[in-house]
Nanobody, 115 residues
């Protein structure tokens, strides 16, 4: 049984920063890609950032230059540092793991950016 524990969401003023963390536990032989998605009210879930096992990263254009994704393979943890936050970054952020087999999703953590 694989579980993802997310933390770090909250309320922040525009221009502020947040660091999201997602720790995976359970029987996970290997993790191909770790990433973050977000879903704002009335919108589809979208990729924010992802990082593969080799350290290559991919960012949504909307967060490029303001966010940094990283991972600690030993801890099976992925981080998302978000800076210069904007009200349009407000959403529920979901951790995602792509492994051999099914994908796994976290329960989501709310990020709210006030103007």
């Amino acid at each position: 049984q694989v579980q993802l524990e997310e933390s770090g969401g909250g309320l922040v003023q525009a221009g502020g920063s947040l660091r999201l963390s997602c720790a995976a536990s359970g029987s996970i032989p290997s993790i191909d890609v770790m990433g973050w998605y977000r879903q704002a009210p009335g919108k589809q879930r979208e990729l924010v950032a992802a990082i593969n096992s080799g350290g290559s990263t991919n960012y949504a254009d909307s967060v490029k230059g303001r966010s940094t994704i990283s991972r600690d393979n030993a801890k099976k943890t992925v981080y998302l540092q978000m800076n210069s936050l904007k009200p349009e970054d407000t959403a529920v952020y979901y951790c995602h793991l792509k492994v051999p087999g099914p994908d796994y999703w976290g329960q989501g953590t709310q990020v709210t950016v006030s103007s």
